[in-house]
């Protein structure tokens, strides 16, 4: 018989979700080293008599009465965190309960958020009457955007209707997403002796490109993230002073709205500047939910927010319709003495039950 039943209050399942996040905690699960993180989360489907799914190291399960008839909404969030910095007075390893806080590495971002959507699942787990089938992936690699978390195992998904992508928002409702595109250029000149009319300086070629960029105002607006922004970040030339260079390296970051696609940044860039371009990726994509969409107004009326992020998440790697929202302040991500109020915890799981419950039941 499993532990796992809708009986259970939404502040025990609270309770849960903080005792699995103090041993996540004390867990180190560094992206690309998450193994140990994925054999709690294991353990704890285990106890729950919940059969899991693993690649790598990302867990997912599914609910007990999953139909491939029925529509899916997929509850997504990481156990991978970045290194402590330097500054961290407390042990990041060590879940210490202080004033309301939990403090530990990972434990706003976005462990609380991972711990409160499992329990979420569980509460949904046994329940043979949803209008909707609900998968829960603990996924890898969300930190470094790593090509062995989410992405790996979205084939091995049926196809989602919606997504819930826990991140630290107060519980608020992140309707949209910025995508991100990194693009490195050259351009190209001629060389020659910099004290003679010689050469063509690709410095200065770069430096009108850069001018355009630098300028040049999407005529697209998104309503929830605004403009899209570009920005040069990285620019290298010249190996002496005597000579004039043949070439100019440099960066842009665009952050993207839903209004384009990266394909479109990339033409309409192509045919404004001179020089050569080549995209890193065009994974990391926008995203957005229609605020029409159920599970938004679900939030509406229980008076929360709805914003769009300027931040990416596992949301790029979706093809659906994604909302992104959890316990915890993103203020506080990769911070020395990350914490998060256990009282959020216990108000974010409650929430996310009562939103599903509004469009899955």
Sequence with gaps: MSETNMTLSPNALAQEAIALLKQLISTQSFSRE?????????????????PFHRKKNNIWAYNRYFDASKPTVLLNSHHDTVKPNPSWTLNPYEPLEKDGKL???????????????IVTFCH???????????????????????????????????PIEFAIVGEPTEMHLAVAEKGLLVLDCIAHGKSGHAAREEGENAIYKAIDDIQWIRSYQYPKVSPTLGPIKMSVTIVNAGTQHNVVPDSCKFT?????????TLEEIIDIIN???????????????????????????AGVRLGRNTYGSPTTSDQALIDCPSLKMGPGHSGRSHTADEFI?????????????KMLEDVIL
């Design 34 to 50: 998450e193994e140990g993180t994925a054999a709690l989360i294991e353990a704890f489907f285990q106890r729950k008599g919940i």
């Design 271 to 297: 045919k404004n500047i001179k020089s050569e371009i080549a995209a890193r990726s065009v994974r990391l994509r926008p995203s957005s939910i229609p605020m029409e969409h159920p599970i938004v107004q």
């Design 124 to 158: 949904f787990y046994d329940n043979p009457h949803l209008a909707y089938n609900v998968v829960m992936a603990a996924t890898a690699e969300e930190e470094i955007s790593g090509r062995e978390g989410l992405e790996l195992i979205v084939p091995d998904l049926p």
């Design 252 to 260: 842009i970051d665009v952050r993207v709205t839903d209004q384009y």
């Design 103 to 117: 403090f530990g590495l990972g434990s706003n971002d976005a462990g609380g958020s991972l711990c409160s959507l």
């Design 341 to 353: 109020y256990l009282h959020e915890i216990e108000e974010g799981v409650a929430q996310y039950i």
